[in-house]
């Protein structure tokens, strides 16, 4: 079982940066695969970012690439994503995710624990 909990989500003005955290309790955390979500009002959940248990391997939206940095420290038992240059259309409820097995994925449905989240708002 891992438990989730995100932080790190406010307002911001176009342009800035935040940097979101995903604290992790639970044993499983350093081997579970991790990811980040966002979710606007009526829209579907959609894929940010992923990385892998050792933070090897990492993949990102294609909306996000070169602006977010998935990274993770496994002794902390948690995950960050920076985000730089945000825009108004990525403003949404940013939720981290975990996996029991398996390798990075974009798939939603591939995870198996989620939080609660954490809203991004930005202001043009």
């Known amino acids: 079982q891992v438990q989730l909990v995100e932080s790190g989500g406010g307002l911001v003005q176009a342009g800035g940066s935040l940097r979101l955290s995903c604290a992790a309790s639970?044993?499983?955390?350093?081997?579970?695969?991790m990811g980040w979500f966002r979710q606007a009002p009526g829209k579907e959940r959609e894929f940010v970012a992923t990385?892998?248990?050792?933070?090897?391997?990492?993949n990102y939206g294609d909306s996000v690439k070169g602006r977010f940095t998935i990274s993770r420290d496994n002794a902390k038992n948690t995950m960050y994503l920076q985000m730089n240059s945000l825009k108004p259309e990525e403003t949404a409820n940013y939720y981290c995710?975990?996996?029991?097995?398996?390798?990075?994925?974009?798939?939603?449905?591939?995870?198996?624990?989620w939080g609660q989240g954490t809203q991004v708002t930005v202001s043009s």
């Open positions: 995710a975990a996996r029991r097995l398996g390798p990075i994925t974009s798939r939603n449905d591939a995870y198996d624990y």
């Open positions: 639970g044993r499983t955390f350093s081997g579970s695969t």
């Open positions: 990385i892998s248990w050792s933070g090897g391997s990492t």
